[in-house]
């Protein structure tokens, strides 16, 4: 199976510049220089590859590329989004510590393709020894030429530095990571402008994730074309996904996009205990959660995860069995969408401490028979209705945990007890 973004690498003793370089780090870069590749050609690749933002949203990466604009005379920017927070992911932070070089190429070839001379990693502030690591990585990199002034002889310059986060969780938000980039309180931006047009510093920005901009230097190396069939159509390449919960194996394996559920969790080991899957939020805690027998029958790609009426959002994979209680669980998430929100949008402000109550009371055998329907109208009223997407990522597990489980949500009501520990 092709491994792409961890290839080769023992334990994150071989991630300075000379192991990279003997993996065909930076090779890409100077193929683009050396072919004489314009702009252009770079992000049509990239469009052929059909490399999809693999932070949560899965926006295509060469169209998004393609919206900076070419002929502004002025200051553009470009921004990685390594804020990693959503629960149960932890992806960016092993391609940071173990292959950093790759981002920093990956980096250095979506600036050139968009005429971007500066731009800004923000690493997730509870990562520290990472962001340690970055920061060695990146001045390897400037004092063998590939950043800077002229780099390898091009006349092409590009100047990257690292951005410490503080550990919010709406900084995650790309608008909110730009305030927060600026000195300013992360709070998420009205859209549009979108940052395209009015992004760092009101300049024109483009922002991927960590894991889209460390798929890049592959796609230069090997072809668009030859990215696309790792995966399916329109869901181009490998992925990474962070399995963690109820398996013998938990961790981060690569796989190509299209890979069955089942395999996943075979190569996670399997059931911890041999236990029964009950359930599973397959992209992170702010995507709806799917029953156990669903997604043995799935594919892990954009497509079909959201047929079956959930997303494949950063590629966390949280795995539940059937000794989970089921209230609980949406509890615990609920309270972390309440603690989160920054405060901006009045339905995000008071209906995420909302949901939380009530499915506490719930929990605590408080319960009333009229909450079910309750907890599905506030979501009503909070979806769609926010400036920023936390308010839907805090509505969406509610709406599909109650769908999918409501048996176990009116157990608790009509018995103040938990069916699971019965």
């Not at 092709?2 to 023992?10: A, N, P, T, V």
């Not at 919960?245 to 690569?254: A, D, L, S």
């Not at 996009?257 to 805690?285: D, N, V």
């Not at 839907?392 to 409501?406: E, I, L, Q, T, W």
Request: glycine share 12%; hydrophobic share 35%; aromatic share 10%.
């Amino acid at each position: 199976m092709e491994q792409i973004l961890l290839k080769g690498l023992e334990g994150g003793k071989t991630w300075r510049l000379a192991d990279y370089v003997k993996r065909d780090g930076y090779a890409a870069l100077k193929k683009i220089f050396a072919e004489k590749m314009t702009p252009e050609q770079v992000i049509d690749e990239v469009k052929k590859s059909a490399l999809r933002g693999r932070g949560g949203a899965g926006f295509p990466t060469g169209l998004k590329w393609s919206f900076m604009p070419r002929n502004y005379e002025g200051d553009k920017y470009l921004v990685c989004n390594s804020d990693e927070g959503e629960p149960g992911t932890f992806k960016d932070r092993d391609i940071l510590y173990h292959n950093p070089h790759q981002l920093i190429e990956g980096m250095i070839i979506a600036a050139y393709a968009m005429g971007i001379k500066t731009g800004y990693n923000y690493i997730h502030g509870e990562i520290f020894e990472v962001y340690e690591r970055v920061d060695e990585a990146l001045e390897e990199a400037r004092a063998a030429g590939f950043l800077g002034e002229n780099i390898l002889g091009s006349g092409f310059s590009f100047q990257l530095h690292n951005h410490m986060g503080y550990g919010a969780y709406i900084c995650g938000e790309e608008t909110a990571l730009l305030e927060s980039i600026e000195g300013k309180k992360g709070q998420p931006r009205f859209k549009p402008p979108f940052p395209a047009s009015f992004g760092l510093y009101g300049k024109p920005t483009t922002i991927n994730n960590t894991e889209t901009f460390a798929s890049v230097p592959w796609i230069i190396l090997h072809g668009g074309e030859k990215y696309l069939e790792l995966g399916r159509p329109n869901n181009g390449g490998t992925k990474l996904f962070s399995v963690s919960g109820h398996v013998n194996r938990p961790g981060n394996y690569e796989v190509p996009l299209g890979t069955p559920f089942a395999k996943l969790l075979e190569l996670a080991g399997g059931m911890r205990g041999g236990r029964k899957l009950k359930a599973c939020i397959p992209g992170g805690s702010s995507m709806p959660v799917l029953p156990g027998e669903v997604m043995m029958e799935l594919d892990m790609d954009y497509d079909s995860i959201a047929k079956a009426g959930s997303y494949l959002g950063s590629g966390a994979v949280i795995i539940m069995d059937d000794t989970v209680c089921m209230v609980n669980a949406l509890r615990r998430l609920s309270y972390f969408y309440y603690e989160e929100s920054c405060g901006q949008c009045t339905p995000c402000r008071e209906g995420t401490g909302w949901l939380y109550r009530v499915v506490d009371r719930i929990e605590n055998g408080k319960g009333r028979n009229e909450d079910l329907d309750l907890l599905l109208n506030m979501t009503d009223n909070i979806q769609g209705r926010t400036i920023c997407a936390l308010g839907d990522a805090a509505a969406m597990p509610v709406r599909s945990f109650v769908k999918h489980f409501r048996d176990e949500f009116q157990y608790h009501i009509d018995h103040q007890k938990c069916i699971v520990s019965s």
